[in-house]
């Protein structure tokens, strides 16, 4: 593997749904390309039913490309071993997808238990977890999803796509459904580790203002495409219309906060 | 006397081992073997949607059909397959009892667990099953590690009522030759011994509630994933299993079966017997209320050891006989016809139970009449009842032909009432048989049969092939045989009829023993 030999790579990447009872067909990616280099952390934005998801489950081989060709590790993966693949890479699903019937400690451990480790090295990898995403382990390790909080849940599935100690992460919108605080909180929380574990990260969401603030790259998306990518001061700089706009949002916000709240304190 | 000193309450609770410990083995054969069946056929179905509609239609058909036949149904099936393998492989197996109850009851299991695996396998979020994939499952993996354990609560509610559904209609493989709690219920209509009936129906009731509440107390437990409450559950089935098993399990082995079909003289007759073996010093069981069709078969099997059963019945429904003989000669002909299937006919008990026309004594002499002769010259002017079968019968047939009767009128019904309609004068004649007791009770008339249109019906004593040379056997049973006349029998009818402690099977078999027996 060379050191810059990007991580993952879309190159012409194409993906199409049977459409509803109309029978048309929907384009839900449409000649994607793009790269994440090895450490960096890329963040694609864009409206709902962009194909934001869509892209993250090509990644990971839920569904086959129609056209084009996915790397991961430089290894075209229409090739691989879907199985293998995903035990490689972890995901942080859209609405947390814990498994209900099993604990905590259940849900971090399944991808260490399906290679095969050991209880012991499975039950200290988790309590390491748990500590990663700053629960108490003795308190969580065996409640059920169902006795957690929408952020504890979100921690515990970041746990979990961290646990088997992949190179590879692909978030989608793991800090939905949160309040602003907690959300700010854990996006922080995860950058930091981001950093530390050296991951290489790709992660959906609709908010501006946090990709902004945790991506080294964005990438936005409009109706199965990329109109743009680069970093948010390349962004900032864009003459595509609809980027422009999307990035204005968080300071259009915020003047209007900042006439709503005169003392300044948003 | 108090209702619970009644002595049938403790002739029932005498019965309870056996019965309980065989309804609950067949309950538990065909609920397993239903799930061993359904579940994996569900689990094939959920992603094909023909095949899941098919199943599901079967299902569906196989539960509207009513219980008994559906038991009644797998009896002949069996039979031609047991014989197919005797002529293929060299081995046969027993059609009778066990096996076709179990493999109808586990079909007709099968419809709630279809239902249940299949909607609890579709209701999972597909979110959950991505989830699956994503950490890394293999397809095998997410079912058995993420899909079924989330099904499980709706699958258990599916098990519950397929066992409920079990437990209860159990209770009808009685005349298929399975012991169970409908033993009781059989016996118990027939006899009308309501006592029998209601212990029946009660112990049947609580067997089913009892597996029912401990199946939900598990089903609760895999919902709030209680490991308590599933283990409380699983210990209470694993101990109520136990207690009804181990009785009948300690059972002696080498035991001689008693026979007998579905009516009142058949009940009396094969506790005679019993008491016969028993007072010989042999090992008796007996299956009660078997069907008449069934119960010539499992003797020739050797599922029963000896029962009785009727000349003309045997001649006509068993070796397909037109014609008719007269007595002495069709006897003859029948037990060489049985030999020749290893069969024994150790004799006759001395009386016939056949079809004959009966009127009240009072109107047949204010009209002369004594025989079936001198009723054809009134019979146009009279109306004439039988039981369901009778008028399609070659018995009807043969009389109408060799009589020329024609009737003004003619009604088919419930053999309980026929005697009663006739007495009051509702109908004028009636179809009856010549040993029911009601005869002597409603003062009615047998009239003679001079012509003998209608077939011998001699109870003759049979006995299975591999008792045939039964030493033992045959000199418990030597005793009864012409000593039963037909007045003995038609008031030992009457009194089994009576529906009271006195008159058990059991009681009027100890009666007529008293009556009978040589000094
Ligand atoms: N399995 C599928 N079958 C048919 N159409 C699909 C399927 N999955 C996605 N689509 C369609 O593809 C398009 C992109 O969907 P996708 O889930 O990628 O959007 P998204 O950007 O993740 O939206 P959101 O922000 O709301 O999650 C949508 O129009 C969607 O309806
Ligand atoms: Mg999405």
């Not at chain 2, 012991?179 to 067997?207: D, E, H, K, P, R």
């Not at chain 2, 409380?232 to 035991?255: D, E, I, M």
């Not at chain 2, 009966?358 to 009842?385: C, F, K, N, W, Y």
């Not at chain 2, 012409?482 to 038609?490: K, S």
Request: glycine share 8%.
């Amino acid at each position: 593997m060379t050191g810059d030999m990007p991580l993952i790579a879309f190159e012409h990447v194409e993906k199409s749904f049977d459409g509803g009872g109309d029978g048309r067909s929907v384009r839900a990616v449409n000649d994607v390309s793009f790269a994440v280099a090895k450490g960096e952390l890329l963040v694609i934005v864009g409206g709902s039913g962009s194909g934001k998801t869509t892209l993250l489950r090509l990644a990971n081989r839920l569904i086959t490309a129609d056209r084009g060709v996915i790397r991961i590790e430089g290894e075209d993966i229409s090739g691989s071993d879907p199985v293998a693949l995903r035990r490689r890479i972890g995901t942080v699903f859209q609405s947390g997808a814990l498994f209900p019937h099993l604990s905590v400690a259940g849900n971090i451990g399944i991808t260490p238990k399906l290679l095969g480790w050991s209880k012991a090295a499975v039950a200290a990898r988790v309590d390491e977890l748990l500590a990663l995403v700053q629960l108490d382990a003795a308190q969580y390790r065996d409640r059920f999803p169902h006795e957690l909080s929408g952020g504890q849940r979100q921690r515990v599935g970041v746990a979990r796509a961290l646990a088997a100690k992949p190179a590879i992460v692909l978030m989608d919108e793991p800090f939905g459904a949160l309040d602003p605080l907690t959300r700010d909180a854990l996006g922080a929380q995860f950058r930091a580790l981001h950093d530390r574990l050296g991951l290489t990260t790709m992660m959906i969401t609709h908010d501006i203002t946090e990709a902004l603030l945790l991506a080294d790259r964005i990438a936005v998306m409009r109706e199965g495409r990329i109109l743009a990518q680069g970093t948010p001061a390349d962004l900032a700089g864009s003459d595509d219309g609809y980027v422009n706009d999307m990035l204005q949002t968080p300071r259009r916000q915020a003047a209007r906060l900042q006439a709503l709240l005169p003392r300044g304190a948003a | 006397m108090s209702v619970l000193q009644d002595p049938r309450w403790a002739e029932a609770l005498a019965h309870l081992p056996d019965y309980l410990g065989s309804h609950v083995r067949v309950s538990l054969a065909a609920l397993a073997l239903g799930l061993l069946v359904s579940l994996p056929l569900a689990i094939v179905s959920r992603r094909r949607p023909l095949l899941r509609t098919t199943l599901l239609g079967f299902a569906s058909v196989v539960q509207t059909v009513p219980g008994l036949a559906l038991l009644a149904l797998f009896y002949p099936l069996l039979l031609a397959l047991a014989a197919l393998s005797l002529s293929w492989f060299g081995t046969g197996f027993s059609a009778f009892g066990f096996l076709p109850a179990v493999l109808a009851l586990a079909l007709y299991s099968m419809l709630p667990v279809l239902r249940n695996t299949i909607t609890g396998l579709d209701g999972i979020d597909p979110v959950l099953i991505e989830a699956a994939q994503g950490v890394g499952m293999t397809p095998r993996q997410s079912l058995l590690m993420v899909e079924l354990p989330l099904a499980l609560p709706v699958m258990m509610a599916g098990i519950r009522t397929a066992a409920v559904w079990v437990i209860g209609t159990a209770t009808l493989s009685t005349p298929i030759g399975q012991t169970s709690l409908g033993n009781y219920i059989f016996a118990g209509l027939q006899t009308q011994n309501w006592v029998l009936v209601l212990f029946g129906c009660a112990a049947a009731a609580v067997l089913a509630l009892a597996v029912d509440q401990l199946l939900a107390l598990i089903e609760r437990g895999l919902t709030q994933r209680s490991r308590l409450r599933i283990a409380a559950g699983s210990l209470g089935l694993v101990a109520l299993l136990a207690a009804t098993l181990a009785p009948s399990l300690a059972q002696p082995g080498t035991r001689y079966v008693v026979g007998a079909k579905t009516f009142t003289e058949q009940y009396v007759l094969s506790a005679l017997i019993a008491q016969r073996l028993r007072d010989a010093g042999l090992s008796v069981t007996s299956r009660e209320g078997l069907g008449s069709s069934v119960i010539y078969d499992a003797l020739a099997a050797g599922d029963i050891d000896v029962y009785v059963d009727y000349s003309g019945t045997l001649w006509a429904n068993q070796f397909h006989h037109k014609e008719i003989k007269p007595r002495a000669e069709l006897l003859a002909e029948l037990t060489a016809e049985l030999a020749r299937s290893n069969v024994t006919l150790l004799g006759e008990l001395g009386f016939a139970n056949a079809y004959a026309l009966v009127m009240p004594r009072a109107r047949a002499e204010a009209l002369g009449i004594h025989s079936i002769a001198d009723l054809a010259q009134h019979a146009s002017t009279l109306s004439i009842a039988g039981d369901y079968e009778f008028f399609s019968r070659p018995e009807w047939a043969g009389l109408r032909a060799a009589y020329g009767l024609a009737f003004r009128s003619q009604r088919t019904l419930q053999p309980d009432f026929m005697y009663a309609a006739v007495a009051s004068g509702e109908v004028d004649v009636i179809a009856g048989y010549t040993s029911d007791g009601l005869i002597a009770k409603y003062d009615l008339v047998v009239l003679d049969d001079p012509k003998q249109a209608i077939p011998p019906y001699d109870a003759v004593v049979l006995i299975a092939p591999r008792r045939a040379d039964d030493a033992a056997l045959r000199a418990a049973l030597t005793p009864l045989l012409g000593r039963i006349d037909i007045a003995a029998m038609r008031e030992a009818n009457l009194r089994a009829a009576g529906g009271d402690g006195a008159t058990t099977p059991d009681a009027v078999a100890r009666w007529l023993w008293q009556r009978i027996a040589p000094r």
